[in-house]
């Protein structure tokens, strides 16, 4: 059968391109660029392996924005200012990514209010 046949090499040559795009994006923190070439390879699957490291690459983004956002809590119980650029970089450096939405609310309550707001898992 087809799905049996391996990707050809082109193929692989071009996901391999975009895979090592997406590790530079996210290593220099333009996490937009990096999720959505990580979103590409995974829907695309010709190369199982790199399909599974791009899963690896769009988990690790979720956890350093997760993380960005649990340093700018902690900050906030300091320093509200501290907190607030802190998440405005965040924000920044998530932009085009489905984090960008939490972290600008986030953002915006501080602002609003002076206080960080009570952090609650998705689908609360």
């Known amino acids: 059968p087809d799905s049996a046949r391996p990707p050809s090499w082109s193929t692989l040559e071009r996901e391999a391109q975009l895979?090592?795009?997406?590790?530079?994006?996210e290593n220099t923190r333009s996490f937009g660029a990096a999720h959505r070439a990580y979103a590409e390879l995974e829907r695309e699957r010709e190369s199982r392996t790199i399909a599974e490291m791009a899963r690896?690459?769009?988990?690790?983004?979720?956890?350093?924005?997760?993380?960005?956002?649990?340093?700018?809590r902690?900050?906030?119980?300091?320093?509200a200012r501290d907190a607030e650029l802190a998440l405005g970089d965040a924000v920044a450096e998530f932009?085009?990514?489905p984090f960008e939405r939490d972290l600008a609310a986030a953002l915006g309550h501080l602002r609003?209010?002076?206080r960080f707001p009570t952090l609650v898992p998705r689908g609360e």
Request: glycine share 12%.
């Open 19 to 25: 895979f090592r795009a997406a590790r530079d994006a």
């Open 95 to 97: 932009s085009g990514t």
């Open 74 to 79: 902690t900050s906030a119980t300091r320093n």
């Open 56 to 72: 690896l690459g769009l988990a690790r983004i979720g956890t350093a924005a997760r993380d960005a956002l649990l340093a700018a």
């Open 112 to 114: 609003d209010d002076g």
